[in-house]
């Protein structure tokens, strides 16, 4: 009897770590100084609209955790409710992975405070766009350049758009490589895909058959082999006629 009864424990202790363990392969969790009462969703893009994978109510700790599944790395974003306060600041976009990842921010300066750690892919992103924001606020001095000629009665537009395209070479260069040297994490089909769709298909072409057998089956790896047989595919008929 008393074998039985240790065997009847064994399985449902196997039940329950089989349970706990199918629950999900992404651990989030974080803490948002300042939001300690209300919801924070953890949402993804699907068809063009944002669905929630998660919700998660704070009543009185401003610590959070979710545990959810994901086929692949993927952008997810972590949505706070501040209920009847608007504001832009409201959905923050990491780029997630199997594993286990920490957000640390505030609610005063939800997006700008973050911290995101345990994410590779994640850490790319963020260097990456930290160089694009450079390419970003170079353009805008050009804008404010043009207009103060235009205040001054001065034309420098052509001038202007010289330099403006050669900037913009620059930077999809520049997004190009990057997603080359990384071409065997999933960021770099996602930057293909988001910033660059529209480039030459001659390096898109190489991102694509630089990525490893791994990203290549990921979500973006097959969505980004698919868009460039499709662009391959118009572009052909296209010179066709």
């Known amino acids: 009897m008393y074998k039985v009864i240790i065997a009847a424990l064994s399985l ?3 039940v329950a770590c089989g349970e706990e363990k199918a629950k999900g392969n992404l651990e989030i ?9 209300g919801k924070l969703y953890i949402q993804k893009v699907q068809d063009t609209t944002l669905i929630a994978l998660d919700t998660i109510v704070l009543n009185g700790e401003s610590s959070f955790k979710s545990i959810i599944n994901i086929d692949s790395p993927e ?3 972590l949505f706070v409710d501040r209920g009847v306060t608007n504001s832009l600041d409201n959905n923050l976009l990491f780029f997630a992975e199997p594993g286990k990842i920490n957000i640390d921010t505030d609610l005063e300066f939800f997006l700008g405070n973050a911290k995101i750690t345990g994410s590779k892919n994640n850490d790319l992103y963020t260097d990456y766009k930290g160089i694009i924001s450079k390419f970003n606020e170079q353009q ?5 350049d043009e207009l103060m000629a235009l205040k001054n009665k001065k034309d420098i537009s052509a001038e202007n758009a010289k330099k403006q395209e050669t900037l913009l070479k620059k930077r999809y260069l520049y997004a190009a490589n990057y ?3 990384h071409a065997d994490k999933e960021v770099a089909p996602y930057i293909a895909l988001t910033d660059i769709y ?3 298909i001659k390096y898109l072409d190489t991102i694509q058959k630089s990525m490893s057998p791994e990203v290549a089956k990921s979500k973006y790896g097959q969505k980004f082999t698919q868009f460039l047989k499709e662009r391959k595919e118009n572009e052909t008929t296209t010179s066709k006629k």
């Not at 805008?140 to 404010?144: D, G, T």
């Open 140 to 144: 805008l001095e050009y804008v404010k």
């Open 198 to 200: 529209d480039m030459n």
């Open 29 to 37: 969790t974080g803490n948002i100084k300042g939001f300690k009462k």
């Open 179 to 181: 997603a080359l040297t």
């Open 12 to 14: 449902s202790l196997l």
């Open 75 to 77: 952008m997810l974003y």
